[in-house]
């Protein structure tokens, strides 16, 4: 199927929905209103890797909102149609919003300006200059990315520990047989794209120093601790 990655699409096990969820899910549609979905209105497909692992590497297909010029919010399948798992979310927020973090928070964001230059970055099926209008913007952005769905594991559920993500900052890092084949199933060039976007600049005051995990490794750990709770005040009578 064009524009599909099957090789880390883990099959779900259960039963098929059946024929009165189908309608159910009809009606309920056709009654509420799904504005936070609604408000999805770009597809942007890119690449991810483990925050402690740069070999273990997912395609990832952002559906992107703005709540506003400065900040939108991304739900991330492994593929664009609608069999995709939802594997994690980013939320992407321009230079100015990102000063504003605290140090120990910057290093959970990456930097976007790799990503558009090298053209590996992309909106599938939007022509290139349209594209360039919006990823201009973008190159500017930091992301902080949370996968939660192990899909390159083979997981057939969303298993263990919700993951920090990072993103390709210089040539050499993405995996050349997961270069190609998006290329092929979207008939692109990263290579072209690299030469069309080379006019494109990065952020104002150039990539911080603690973005991007500080050029270390960062992996998600669970801790078991004591469980505060508050006494209860209520008066039983």
Known sequence: MEGVNVSTH???????????????????????????VNKIHQHLCAFHFYGHDMTRQVEAHHFCGHLNEEFRQCL??????????????????????????PDDEKKFWHSHEFE???????????????????????????GKVIHFWQV???????LGIPQVMM???RD????????QDVENRYNISFEKERENRAYIKGPAHGIHPMANAAGKGLQTVLREV????????RVFV
């Open 10 to 36: 883990p099959e779900i096990p259960g039963e098929p929905t059946q024929t009165g969820t189908a309608l159910l899910e009809k009606a309920t549609a056709a009654i509420q209103g799904f504005g936070p």
């Open 76 to 101: 991330i399948y492994d593929r664009p149609d609608d069999d995709g798992r939802l594997i994690g979310l980013e939320y992407i927020v321009s230079e100015e919003l990102f000063l504003t973090l």
């Open 116 to 142: 558009v230059k090298s053209g590996v970055l992309f909106m599938p099926g939007v022509p290139g200059p349209v594209q360039r209008q919006d990823l201009e913007k973008v190159a500017k952005t930091y």
């Open 152 to 158: 390159d594991k083979g997981d057939k559920l969303p």
């Open 167 to 169: 993103a390709l900052t």
């Open 172 to 179: 050499g890092q993405l995996h050349e047989n997961l270069a």
């Open 226 to 233: 004591d469980c505060k709770h508050e006494k209860s005040t």
